[in-house]
């Protein structure tokens, strides 16, 4: 009785989570809206956070996006103007205003 009963939780339980599941279509979807300028100045480090464990759970490379907010402390650039921004060595430099964190990515060519 118990190990029945036990079963039934499993699978409700089961069930339950894989209503919660995003498909990928409706993840990529997700990741597009949050990437959206006008959504970006208003999210916080935490949430770029959920969207990028959403973006790696689903194997989705976040590429260029990752360049909208700091390695370090997730906040977006939209949100918080850096401190800095500076271009050395085909190399962009952002200093992230919110916790002084200097980013940095290569520049591809003809960029
Ligand atoms: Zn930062």
Redesign the pocket.
């Given at each position: 009785m118990l190990i029945l009963l036990l079963k039934e939780w499993v699978k409700q339980k089961k069930m339950r989570i894989n209503n919660k599941k995003l498909s990928k279509s409706e993840a990529k979807e997700k990741i597009k809206e949050f990437f959206k300028k006008e959504n970006l100045k208003k999210a916080s480090p935490r949430e770029v956070k959920k969207i990028k464990r959403l973006a790696a759970h689903k194997k989705m490379p976040l590429k260029e996006k990752r360049k909208l907010f700091?390695k370090?402390?997730l906040?977006p650039f939209e949100n918080k103007e850096p401190k800095k921004v500076r271009i050395k060595n085909n190399k962009k430099i952002i200093e992230?205003s919110?916790?002084g964190?200097l980013n940095k990515w290569k520049l591809k060519e003809g960029n």
């Open positions: 700091c370090k402390c906040m992230c919110h916790c964190h």
